[in-house]
């Protein structure tokens, strides 16, 4: 069974630092494109990164420059590391995997990123 499991969320301050990490499991990782999207409250989900299988990096036009993707294919781990983050990043935070021989695309179940004084 697929499963991708995130942590790492919660609450922090403008201009503070969180990790998120993201565990995936039943036969996906080698040979998937791994990635990162949000979706805020009345806001369509949008693209953060993605980090192919031989590390090639993406990342969306609103996070570049204060996020970072990776990955650990010893671990079938991927994370995103949030720096200088911003009210406008407060989002749940999806990790996705896709398979770059099928398509065939798995997501997480989220998790919440608030950032607020």
């Known amino acids: 069974q697929v499963r991708l499991v995130e942590s790492g969320g919660g609450l922090v301050q403008p201009g503070g630092s969180l990790r998120l990490s993201c565990a995936a499991s039943g036969g996906i990782f080698t040979g998937y494109a791994m990635g990162w999207d949000r979706q805020a409250p009345g806001k369509q989900r949008e693209l953060v990164a993605t980090i192919t299988s031989g590390g090639t990096t993406n990342y969306g036009d609103s996070v570049k420059g204060r996020f970072t993707i990776s990955r650990d294919n010893s671990k079938n781990m991927v994370f995103l590391q949030m720096n200088s983050l911003k009210p406008e990043d407060t989002a749940v935070y999806y990790c996705?995997?896709?398979?770059?021989?099928?398509?065939?695309?798995?997501w997480g179940q989220g998790t919440q990123v608030t950032v607020s004084s």
């Open positions: 996705n995997a896709g398979s770059q021989s099928t398509g065939n695309v798995y």
